[in-house]
């Protein structure tokens, strides 16, 4: 029995170790690594990224070589320290401390010691390289701006972190990614493919020549050049006239979606991202907390819509049969309501219809017609989650479903929102509870695209397609389904046209009335959005939001838009005026308003954004606009 178990405890162990063996030498290629690594090196060629441009064809984006001082640590050997730092135009401390965390990554591979040489950098180090064993120089490709505007859009491209390269193996330390806009979210197709080459080592780790004679070497692939829907020349326009303001541009084509503009003020010369200062500069960016150039406006901005929301409060009464175009509401200076329920409205005729209810923005009109909506159903609560179906149907309360990689949803309240806000079924709540909501001025919270989108859908009685930012890759135009399929609405197309035709007036005889450009239809709406911040803890309330949205022409729009200036007080002061003279700009090619144009471009709002951080006390809503200052909830 001894010797059967015996027998057996050495048959059991020479199968556990055949068995190691066979996985060691069929399965597990880490030895095999390492005795390759010893004896080969994997050199990268990296392709040109992509070519970016605009809608017209104009170039925007190109490339510029770079140079990576590279170094793989266990190949180091001494050398003269100083000498490398002076050519580098580093520290010492510096150097030790990237050749320390070079050796933590990996003594094997290779990292960056100092990216983005220029040109005459290179030059004069190339000379000096057979000095420095273990490093070496690998050659990039930079991005070339060739405008100083739409960094937002376009984004930037940085080097990998350890986070870009655990998620991805294609990148390796050093490589570099797109960030932000176009580049980061077309990454891949701008990227293009490395390529690689193996060269033989020999035991004096000197090249000896290419692996197998190159057999398992690739040539790069160039990335795919990419078309955006941007024009540039609005794009350009429109971040002149918001100089010295805060906010955010959305411009739409709507009759295929295509993004014409997005501007976000304040911005910056992409090319500040570009090169060895860009770390500084970015960080510089990065912490200006009161401007926040690095916060998209135009995407992530949330807002009260203000006035131009009647609009759709408009649509959502004809469609739910509560109103219809020929029925008056009178105006007392605004919309009382229960004991002592009172929404302000400024001075204009009364009572009013739909169609100059639209050109006056008449508060009580459009709170009249909310409070029916809400009212037509048994409860508030249906009536709420009527209400905001509609709403959903245009793109609000959600994602758009862009092709940016930052958004913002936005908010549309629901009966489970108010439930939780009002505590039911404690305490009940009922239409007036939300009546802001009809104005634009309650829960209701859009950002400038949403906005932009909202208009386009009007501009085509009821239907839109998702806004984006690509039109063509190497020619040929996207063929996406999301974003070549259009979108309807819950709105009946019939039920657009009187809602149109107060817009148009809005122009003729309305709030907007002295922004109209000869020889073009516009159809618009302003809009004023309360504004508030906290100041050492306590909410307190800056000069409004000025809104504004429109399309033109009339028939046929070739551009939807909205604006949004922070601070900017009522929608035609600085918002309108601006939507005037882009519209003039894309359809015309010239601007014949340039009294609009001077204005705008002479007239800051620094002050005003100075206010909350001066520890000053000061006052909104400048008193030279008395005439149209509006009691507390009042929207125009």
Known sequence: ????????????????????????QIFD?????????????????YPQRGYIFD?????????QPSYDVMVIPRNVKPFDTLELCNILSITKDQLEERLTKAKIWSPRLSSVVVPQLTKKEYAFLQEKMRKFTGFYIQKRSLRDYKIDDAANVLGYIAEVNNGDIKK??????????????????YEEILRGKKGVKYIQKDRFNRDIGPYKEGVYDTLPVKGKDLTITIDSKLQDYAEQLMVNK?????????????????????NYDPSMLVGRKRSRNYTKLYYDSISKPLFDRGLQGEYPPGSPFKALTALIGLEENVVDTKERFSCHMGYSYGKRGHMGCHSHASPLSMVPGIANSCNAYFANVYRRTIEKYDTPQEGIDRWKKHLSSFGLGNY??????????????????????????TYKWYATATLSNAIGQG?????????????????????????????????KPIEDSNYTEKKYTTVSPENFEPVIEG??????YGTANFLKVPGIEICGKTGTAENFTKIDGKKTQLTDHSVFIAFAPKENPKIALAILVENGYWGARYAGRIASLLIEKYLKGEITRTDLEKWVLENSLQDEYAKPVSGEPFKINPVSYTHLTLPTICSV
């Open 29 to 45: 290629d880490s030895f095999q690594a390492l005795s390759a690594n010893n004896a080969l090196k994997v050199v990268y060629d």
């Open 168 to 185: 991805n193996p294609y990148y390796q330390s050093g490589d570099l990614i797109g960030k932000q806009g176009v580049e980061e979210q």
């Open 246 to 266: 805060r906010g955010g541009i959305v411009a739409i084509e709507p009759s295929t979606g295509e993004i014409l503009a997005l501007v976000t003020a304040p």
């Open 443 to 475: 829960e209701v919270l859009m950002s400038p695209i949403q906005l932009a989108n909202m208009m386009a859908a009007i501009a085509n009685r009821g239907w839109f397609y998702t806004p984006h930012i690509l039109k063509e890759v190497n020619g």
């Open 503 to 508: 817009l148009h007036d809005v122009y003729n």
């Open 55 to 63: 809608r017209d064809g104009k170039l925007l984006v190109a490339n």
């Open 1 to 24: 029995m001894r010797k059967l178990l015996l027998f057996s405890i050495i048959i059991i162990t020479g199968f556990v170790f055949l068995g190691r063996l066979f996985y060691l």
């Open 400 to 425: 758009l479903g862009t092709d940016l990689p930052i958004g913002k949803k936005g908010l549309v309240p629901d009966s489970y929102f108010y439930n939780r806000a009002y505590r039911y079924p």
